[in-house]
């Protein structure tokens, strides 16, 4: 979510609340590294710091119109802090934000202290948790020792086996664990997965260019120990999910980073030390004495202050931040320079790749490698093909969220409706129509992160109830006042809390209780809608919370005047005469308006949908329609399918070479049409001096259609 200049918003806040630990890890980067702040902090958090941050927090939410945010307890050792003063950190935060947004508590752990009494103050209060464990005996022990120098494995393990229980499995968020090359990679992988957790994250300890990783300069030891585990992940069908590997995944088919580690995302986390002092991430303190450190304290500074700190927004600038080797590499858009704090040397700051920088390709090109799928895939022969395969897309992934959703009381009973309505087939075909809406890409790859966007999937599964005349009843916590159904419209709400959604045979009816107990009051907004001549329909979506994933703003809700308008003007310029046929035949039908000013564009992440300048011409978008059409067909081909072995340049010159036909497909001037096709012929001449193996089966056949279609142009 992006802030009134545009920038992302803070939306994680990891909060110390206790300084110290109970464990000596010699790879602590809090301890054990170039900056030691921690020794003068309090030891706890104090009531009055803590009510502080949760002021100043539930603040920036409510002006920033945040849906949820994320707290997640650190430090230290958090259970250091005992369950009682746990107990009283997570009514505080509860009390002050939920009021203003939905809040997802999370803690941090080493898992040595805990014990049921922790369990029942997070079941209280839906605290998720995280645990450190390096894997089996042998590997977890070469770091990870108390600080009397014995094991602290099995007490790790007990505290896995409480979260395992039936009564805490819902609180089990995961395991992290710091890769060491010096491990058995296989074992460490086959001893995190016989826990059964619900997802693993393995981490590159913490490096510098000035103390480089062990191992560093000697081939690629890091991405050969992963791809190990990678091998093994795949062998064992993906149990659950491996947030490094999923992230690298995402972001070679054009997706979105799933970790700051890891690709271009910008940064929207905050850390607030026992003292109340903001810092920047923890794993700058790798870098050196005060790297984290911002000048600022929940007393004197909010977080939109925080916010605007040059460090913060250094982080947060896409390719522009990387280094200019980065910005050369093929593989930059799933690698994105590494992490931040990995890329610091006393010669030139954080202006350098990744210390890890030949590990990272070698992983990015390995998986990249590993995964092509280098058949021929039936969508590359004609639309419908292509449109079955985006919907089995967007169903494999909504199986995914059930999997990580799965024991929420509000979404096992969505989930239910979810599996009546694809169990009968007229119902099945018009469920298909709510799973191919645009943006529900983007909420299902949120929801894979946890709860804290449920409340618009649950509004997705009333919206599909309603599309097929299902009776059905569905309630959930609704932290806005907007409640979007998507391609029907927005319930304006008086205030948030618990709704409760009706379908019957008379339509919708929605009721609710505020979170002060009173009567919501409903107000409804539909979208714009209308048939073209031909029968297709067309949606105008201006409010859908996900629609801002273009690469240019999206305008705010237009008035309902504004909006028939704009609809109206776009039908028009969809059915003028001069329009060359087929030329949006794989734009879809979705609309949404854009800011004045800035033209048409695709969503690399919503298929079927485009995005128009609330201010467009419509000659300007007839003009735009071929271009757009042929940029869609390609990106929702490689949304299911390879068409190059991802992060090669095959990819590239394939565009190249399609836009140059498009322009001249649409040109008048001679002139202008022999240079597009000389264009066009470079590109696929150098396609064709490509290896054989970069280009897929699908790839290969484009690029002949592309030639065939260069030849008729040519004359």
Same mark, same amino acid.
């Given at each position: 979510?992006?802030?009134?200049?545009?920038? =992302?918003?803070?939306?994680?806040?990891?909060?110390?609340?206790?300084?110290?630990?109970?464990?000596?890890?010699?790879?602590?980067?809090?301890?054990?590294?170039?900056?030691?702040?921690? =020794?003068?902090?309090?030891?706890?958090?104090?009531?009055?710091?803590?009510?502080?941050?949760?002021?100043?927090?539930?603040?920036?939410?409510?002006?920033?119109? $945040?849906?949820?945010?994320?707290?997640?307890?650190?430090?230290?050792?958090?259970?250091?802090?005992?369950?009682?003063?746990?107990?009283?950190?997570?009514?505080?935060?509860?009390?002050?934000?939920?009021?203003?947004?939905?809040?997802?508590?999370?803690?941090?752990?080493?898992?040595?202290?805990?014990?049921?009494?922790?369990? !029942?103050?997070?079941?209280?209060?839906?605290?998720?948790?995280?645990?450190?464990?390096?894997?089996?005996?042998?590997?977890?022990?070469?770091?990870?020792?108390?600080?009397?120098?014995?094991?602290?494995?099995?007490?790790? $393990?007990?505290?896995?086996?409480?979260?395992?229980?039936?009564?805490? =499995? /819902?609180? +089990?968020?995961?395991?992290?664990?710091?890769?060491?090359?010096?491990?058995?990679?296989?074992?460490?992988?086959?001893?995190?997965?016989?826990?059964?957790?619900?997802?693993?994250?393995?981490?590159?300890?913490?490096?510098?260019?000035?103390?480089?990783?062990?191992?560093?300069?000697?081939?690629?030891?890091?991405?050969?120990?992963?791809?190990?585990? +990678?091998?093994?992940?795949?062998?064992?069908?993906?149990? %659950?999910?491996?947030?490094?590997?999923?992230?690298?995944?995402?972001?070679?088919? @054009?997706?979105?980073?799933?970790?700051?580690?890891?690709?271009?995302?910008?940064?929207? $986390?905050?850390?607030?030390?026992?003292?109340?002092?903001?810092?920047?991430?923890?794993?700058?303190?790798?870098?050196?004495? @005060?790297?984290?450190?911002?000048?600022?304290?929940?007393?004197? /500074?909010?977080?939109?202050?925080?916010?605007?700190?040059?460090?913060? =927004?250094?982080?947060?600038?896409?390719?522009?931040?990387?280094?200019?080797?980065?910005?050369?590499?093929?593989?930059?858009?799933?690698?994105?320079?590494?992490?931040?704090?990995?890329?610091?040397?006393?010669?030139?700051?954080?202006?350098?790749?990744?210390? +890890?920088?030949?590990?990272?390709?070698?992983?990015?090109?390995?998986?990249?490698?590993?995964?092509? !799928?280098?058949?021929?895939?039936?969508?590359?022969?004609?639309?419908?093909?292509?449109?079955?395969?985006?919907?089995?897309?967007?169903? %494999?992934?909504?199986?995914?969220?059930?999997?990580?959703?799965?024991?929420?009381?509000?979404?096992?009973?969505?989930?239910?409706?979810?599996?009546?309505?694809?169990?009968?087939?007229?119902?099945?075909?018009?469920?298909?129509?709510?799973?191919?809406?645009?943006?529900?890409?983007?909420?299902?790859?949120?929801?894979?992160?946890?709860?804290?966007?449920?409340?618009?999937? %649950?509004?997705?599964?009333?919206?599909?109830?309603?599309?097929?005349?299902?009776?059905?009843?569905?309630?959930?916590?609704?932290?806005?006042?907007?409640? /979007?159904?998507?391609? +029907?419209?927005?319930?304006?709400?008086?205030?948030? @809390?618990?709704?409760?959604?009706?379908?019957?045979?008379?339509?919708?009816?929605?009721?609710?209780?505020?979170?002060?107990?009173?009567?919501?009051?409903?107000?409804?907004?539909?979208?714009?809608?209308?048939? %073209?001549?031909? @029968?297709?329909?067309?949606?105008?979506?201006?409010?859908?919370?996900?629609?801002?994933?273009?690469?240019?703003?999206?305008?705010?809700?237009?008035?309902?005047?504004?909006?028939?308008?704009?609809?109206?003007?776009?039908?028009?310029?969809?059915?003028?005469?001069?329009?060359?046929?087929?030329?949006?035949?794989?734009?879809?039908?979705?609309?949404?308006?854009?800011?004045?000013?800035?033209?048409?564009?695709?969503?690399?992440?919503?298929?079927?949908?485009?995005?128009?300048?609330?201010?467009?011409?419509?000659?300007?978008?007839?003009?735009?329609?071929?271009?757009?059409?042929?940029?869609?067909?390609?990106?929702?081909?490689?949304?299911?399918? *390879?068409?190059?072995?991802?992060?090669?340049?095959?990819?590239?010159?394939? *565009?190249?070479?399609?836009?140059?036909?498009?322009?001249?497909?649409?040109?008048? !001037?001679?002139?202008?049409?022999?240079?597009?096709?000389?264009?066009?012929?470079?590109?696929?001449?150098?396609?064709?001096?490509?290896?054989?193996?970069?280009?897929?089966?699908?790839?290969?056949?484009?690029?002949?259609?592309?030639?065939?279609?260069?030849?008729?142009?040519?004359?």
């Amino acid at each position: 979510m992006t802030d009134s200049r545009g920038q =992302r918003s803070i939306q994680q806040l990891v909060l110390k609340v206790h300084s110290r630990c109970d464990l000596a890890c010699d790879h602590c980067y809090v301890y054990e590294h170039a900056d030691q702040s921690w =020794r003068a902090r309090p030891v706890v958090i104090a009531e009055e710091t803590l009510g502080q941050v949760a002021l100043r927090l539930a603040e920036y939410a409510a002006n920033s119109e $945040l849906e949820s945010v994320a707290v997640i307890l650190h430090g230290g050792e958090p259970l250091l802090a005992g369950p009682a003063r746990l107990r009283k950190i997570c009514s505080e935060l509860t009390r002050v934000l939920s009021p203003v947004t939905t809040l997802d508590l999370r803690i941090h752990t080493n898992g040595v202290q805990l014990n049921k009494r922790h369990l !029942d103050v997070f079941r209280e209060f839906g605290v998720k948790v995280g645990i450190s464990l390096d894997g089996d005996r042998a590997a977890n022990d070469r770091h990870r020792l108390d600080r009397r120098g014995r094991s602290s494995h099995d007490r790790v $393990l007990r505290a896995v086996g409480l979260l395992r229980l039936p009564e805490y =499995r /819902h609180l +089990f968020q995961g395991l992290l664990c710091t890769v060491d090359v010096a491990n058995d990679p296989v074992a460490v992988h086959d001893a995190l997965t016989a826990l059964e957790p619900p997802r693993i994250d393995y981490l590159l300890p913490h490096s510098t260019w000035d103390s480089p990783p062990p191992g560093h300069g000697r081939g690629t030891p890091y991405a050969d120990w992963l791809l190990k585990i +990678f091998d093994r992940w795949e062998e064992q069908g993906r149990p %659950m999910p491996v947030r490094t590997f999923d992230s690298v995944l995402s972001t070679l088919r @054009g997706g979105p980073s799933l970790t700051e580690a890891l690709g271009l995302a910008p940064s929207d $986390l905050a850390v607030i030390e026992t003292d109340g002092s903001f810092e920047q991430a923890d794993s700058l303190k790798t870098a050196y004495e @005060g790297a984290p450190a911002t000048g600022y304290d929940v007393f004197r /500074h909010g977080f939109a202050e925080f916010a605007q700190h040059p460090g913060v =927004r250094a982080r947060q600038s896409g390719i522009a931040g990387v280094s200019e080797t980065c910005r050369r590499c093929p593989v930059v858009r799933s690698c994105g320079g590494g992490l931040y704090a990995h890329r610091y040397s006393a010669e030139k700051g954080f202006d350098n790749p990744s210390v +890890f920088c030949a590990d990272l390709r070698g992983l990015v090109e390995g998986i990249a490698e590993r995964i092509t !799928d280098r058949t021929l895939h039936p969508a590359v022969t004609g639309t419908d093909e292509l449109g079955r395969a985006q919907v089995a897309l967007d169903r %494999m992934l909504l199986a995914r969220v059930n999997d990580t959703l799965a024991g929420h009381p509000d979404w096992d009973a969505a989930w239910r409706v979810l599996l009546r309505l694809d169990s009968e087939r007229d119902t099945a075909a018009r469920l298909d129509a709510v799973l191919t809406h645009p943006y529900l890409r983007a909420l299902l790859l949120r929801c894979l992160e946890g709860p804290a966007d449920l409340p618009q999937l %649950m509004a997705t599964v009333v919206a599909a109830a309603v599309l097929t005349e299902t009776d059905t009843t569905l309630g959930w916590q609704q932290p806005g006042r907007d409640l /979007h159904l998507p391609a +029907f419209g927005t319930l304006g709400l008086s205030a948030p @809390g618990r709704v409760e959604c009706a379908v019957t045979e008379n339509g919708l009816h929605v009721t609710g209780t505020r979170r002060d107990g009173g009567r919501l009051d409903v107000e409804w907004r539909p979208l714009w809608t209308a048939a %073209m001549t031909d @029968g297709t329909p067309l949606l105008v979506d201006d409010a859908d919370p996900y629609r801002a994933c273009y690469p240019v703003p999206v305008a705010a809700p237009l008035s309902p005047g504004d909006l028939a308008l704009f609809g109206e003007r776009l039908r028009a310029a969809l059915e003028a005469p001069g329009r060359p046929p087929g030329s949006a035949a794989y734009l879809g039908t979705t609309i949404t308006p854009l800011a004045a000013g800035t033209g048409s564009h695709l969503s690399p992440n919503a298929p079927g949908a485009l995005g128009v300048a609330v201010d467009f011409e419509p000659e300007d978008l007839v003009h735009a329609l071929p271009l757009l059409g042929r940029r869609s067909r390609l990106t929702a081909l490689r949304q299911i399918t *390879d068409l190059n072995v991802p992060g090669t340049g095959a990819g590239r010159l394939l *565009d190249e070479a399609s836009e140059a036909l498009g322009r001249a497909a649409v040109s008048a !001037d001679r002139a202008t049409v022999a240079e597009e096709l000389r264009s066009a012929e470079r590109a696929l001449d150098r396609l064709g001096a490509l290896p054989g193996a970069e280009l897929t089966e699908t790839g290969a056949h484009l690029a002949e259609e592309l030639r065939t279609e260069w030849v008729t142009l040519h004359g």
